[in-house]
T-cell receptor, first 115, second 113 residues
Framework: NAGVMQNPRHLVRRRGQEARLRCSPM?????VYWYRQLPEEGLKFMVY????????ESGMPKERFSAEFPKEGPSILRIQQVVRGDSAAYFC?????????????FGPGTRLTVL | KQEVTQIPAALSVPEGENLVLNCSFT??????LQWFRQDPGKGLTSLLL?????REQTSGRLNASLDKSSGRSTLYIAASQPGDSATYLC????????????FGKGTKLTVNP
């Protein structure tokens, strides 16, 4: 059973370009979470999605960032017009649906570098 | 607002030593607490999850305790090995239906052969 998959593992963008980060949850998992780890900082929650729905986006910057989790295919975190401050490791986690099951399983992360 | 603090920020020990990592949180209304391991440039590996109703969990040489009322958790590692060298992260999930985890900044552990 493959774990959470993220691609690309490393992404380099110039200021002003767009970054698209993909996350495929574990098989059978329908909940996806995105976290960001800035250099020398702890992981910070960004957004929580279920299939076709954004449940909690309280940690998402108001501008330039968006996330989706379509009925088919991976979850996408999109950053428009990237700036140097967006350079960070972006982690995706997934969990199954169902009351009481609450462990989150993390992917290897995408390391974004903005030049 | 929930805040999670981990002390110490870094720890260096000789192989074979038993050690304790500390985690404290400001809001005791948590649903659960997870300990993770993060290797350099890698993702997070879940080590132990403690539900709010539990006092401790054990897995191999690892034992995690939870004192919700005082806002503290400890991760005990017995007979440390060089392969235990990594950053250990503590994260709490708030109650009230929130799914997000709030992380500490971690303790960087180095076990010297």
């Amino acid at each position: 059973n493959a774990g959470v998959m993220q691609n690309p593992r490393h992404l380099v963008r110039r200021r002003g370009q767009e970054a698209r980060l993909r996350c495929s949850p574990m098989k059978g998992h329908s909940h996806v979470y995105w976290y960001r780890q800035l250099p020398e900082e702890g992981l910070k929650f960004m957004v929580y999605l279920q299939k076709e729905n954004i449940i909690d986006e309280s940690g998402m910057p108001k501008e330039r960032f968006s996330a989706e989790f379509p009925k088919e295919g991976p979850s996408i975190l999109r950053i428009q017009q990237v700036v140097r401050g967006d350079s960070a490791a972006y982690f995706c986690a997934s969990s199954p649906a169902g009351v009481g099951y609450n462990e989150q399983f993390f992917g290897p992360g995408t390391r974004l570098t903005v030049l | 607002k929930q805040e999670v603090t981990q002390i110490p920020a870094a720890l260096s020990v000789p192989e074979g030593e038993n050690l304790v990592l500390n985690c404290s949180f400001t809001d005791s209304a948590i649903y659960n607490l997870q300990w993770f391991r993060q290797d350099p440039g890698k993702g997070l590996t879940s080590l132990l999850l403690i539900q709010s109703s539990q006092r401790e969990q054990t897995s191999g040489r690892l034992n995690a305790s939870l004192d919700k009322s005082s806002g503290r958790s400890t991760l005990y590692i017995a007979a440390s090995q060089p392969g235990d060298s990594a950053t250990y992260l503590c994260a709490v999930r708030r109650g009230g239906g929130s799914e997000k985890l709030v992380f500490g900044k971690g303790t960087k552990l180095t076990v010297n052969p």
